[in-house]
């Protein structure tokens, strides 16, 4: 557009007007591609074993079973469970037989299957004095660990099948295998920093091996290479800090897209509610439903939003808005 203009005529400005004209294009902006994400944020290393937990539910596999996935944030020691259903009943009783032999944690990520959102779950938790959080919809990146761990045991879970094997076997191999080799992370085997000492599997030990609690090395390992990965990701994603304000009019995107023909955004906009860190409530401008999203899945209607702010302030008799 800048350059059919500048072939035939000009003004003051030019430039910046035909900018904010594009910016302004509601179809332009509902067909747009994503904003760049939020730098990562990385979470702090618990102080001890089974302080914050991680849980997630696989499946259907093809016998119809699920897996239900639980990790321990400290030491990345994890336990399966295989579940023929998967309602908040079900997956409370799976909890209790852990947690009969390992005792109760302190905190449970999960996402926001109905399961993890029932009031059940959550009298459970409550009862329990078990703090739940729920992750962003539709941002499984915020349990990323418990992701991370559910690609692992479906890789194994798919060379059992081309191998023709009993895959509840092939699992509890897997575990055993897992929980007894040290993490790329930590340097440390799962079980040595969960229970305090290291698994006996079919390999020779030359001695019993005892952990120290006070492994200063180990937490300064976890702290180095979480870093590192945090600085390759941001810098191969080109994350950005965003800076979307209480206020803003934004759009959410289309998740469920029915054909190629489907928007990236939603045309209906909506009003961010609160912003933290890049975790954003939004009130439909319509029907006035509150959404929790990321603020990855959210564009801003440009041009829009501060107009509307300053005619309600020039109702109320206060100064102007700053245009920035």
């Given at each position: 557009?800048?350059?059919?203009?500048?072939?035939?005529?000009?003004?003051?400005?030019?430039?910046?007007?035909?900018?904010?004209f594009?910016?302004?294009?509601?179809?332009?902006?509902?067909?747009?591609?994503?904003?760049?994400p939020?730098?990562?944020?990385?979470?702090?290393?618990p102080?001890?074993?089974?302080?914050?937990?991680?849980?997630?539910?696989?499946g259907?596999?093809?016998?119809?079973?699920?897996?239900?996935?639980?990790?321990?944030y400290?030491?990345?020691?994890k336990?399966?469970?295989?579940?023929?259903?998967?309602?908040?009943?079900?997956?409370?009783?799976?909890?209790?037989?852990v947690?009969s032999?390992l005792?109760?944690?302190?905190?449970i990520?999960?996402?926001?299957?109905?399961?993890?959102t029932?009031?059940e779950?959550?009298?459970?938790c409550?009862?329990?004095?078990?703090?739940?959080?729920?992750?962003?919809?539709?941002?499984?990146?915020?349990?990323?660990?418990?992701?991370r761990?559910?690609?692992?045991?479906?890789?194994?879970?798919?060379i059992c099948?081309?191998?023709?094997?009993?895959w509840?076997e092939?699992?509890?191999?897997?575990?055993?295998?897992?929980?007894s080799?040290?993490?790329?992370v930590t340097?440390?085997?799962p079980?040595?920093?969960?229970?305090r000492?290291?698994?006996?599997?079919?390999l020779?030990?030359?001695?019993?091996m005892?952990?120290?609690?006070?492994?200063?090395?180990?937490?300064?390992r976890?702290?180095?290479?979480?870093?590192?990965?945090k600085?390759?990701?941001?810098?191969?994603?080109?994350?950005?800090?965003?800076?979307?304000?209480i206020?803003?009019?934004?759009?959410l995107?289309?998740?469920?897209?029915?054909?190629k023909?489907?928007?990236?955004?939603e045309?209906?906009?909506?009003?961010?509610?609160?912003?933290?860190?890049?975790?954003?409530e939004?009130?439909?401008?319509?029907?006035?439903?509150?959404?929790r999203r990321?603020?990855?899945?959210?564009?801003?209607?440009e041009?829009?939003?501060?107009?509307?702010?300053?005619?309600d302030?020039?109702?109320?008799?206060?100064?102007?808005?700053?245009?920035?």
């Amino acid at each position: 557009m800048k350059t059919r203009l500048r072939t035939k005529v000009w003004w003051p400005k030019c430039d910046k007007d035909a900018e904010n004209f594009c910016k302004a294009c509601k179809g332009c902006v509902l067909v747009s591609a994503p904003n760049p994400p939020n730098p990562l944020k990385r979470r702090e290393l618990p102080s001890d074993s089974w302080v914050d937990t991680a849980i997630d539910l696989m499946g259907p596999l093809p016998s119809n079973d699920y897996i239900l996935v639980i990790v321990d944030y400290y030491s990345r020691y994890k336990e399966v469970k295989i579940c023929r259903t998967i309602t908040s009943l079900e997956i409370i009783s799976q909890l209790k037989d852990v947690f009969s032999r390992l005792g109760n944690p302190v905190s449970i990520t999960a996402d926001n299957g109905r399961q993890f959102t029932s009031e059940e779950f959550k009298l459970f938790c409550l009862e329990r004095n078990i703090k739940l959080y729920n992750t962003i919809p539709y941002w499984p990146q915020q349990n990323g660990e418990v992701e991370r761990q559910n690609r692992d045991i479906l890789k194994r879970l798919k060379i059992c099948q081309v191998e023709k094997k009993n895959w509840k076997e092939a699992l509890r191999e897997y575990m055993v295998m897992y929980n007894s080799t040290p993490h790329t992370v930590t340097g440390k085997t799962p079980s040595e920093l969960f229970f305090r000492r290291q698994f006996r599997d079919k390999l020779p030990m030359l001695q019993d091996m005892t952990y120290n609690s006070e492994d200063l090395e180990m937490k300064d390992r976890d702290k180095e290479q979480k870093e590192k990965g945090k600085e390759y990701a941001d810098r191969k994603r080109r994350a950005v800090n965003g800076d979307l304000d209480i206020g803003e009019k934004v759009y959410l995107r289309n998740i469920s897209k029915s054909n190629k023909l489907s928007l990236n955004y939603e045309p209906t906009s909506h009003t961010v509610e609160s912003n933290k860190n890049g975790d954003v409530e939004v009130r439909n401008d319509t029907t006035g439903q509150v959404v929790r999203r990321n603020i990855l899945h959210l564009k801003r209607v440009e041009g829009q939003w501060k107009a509307v702010e300053t005619s309600d302030t020039d109702k109320m008799g206060s100064t102007e808005i700053d245009s920035e």
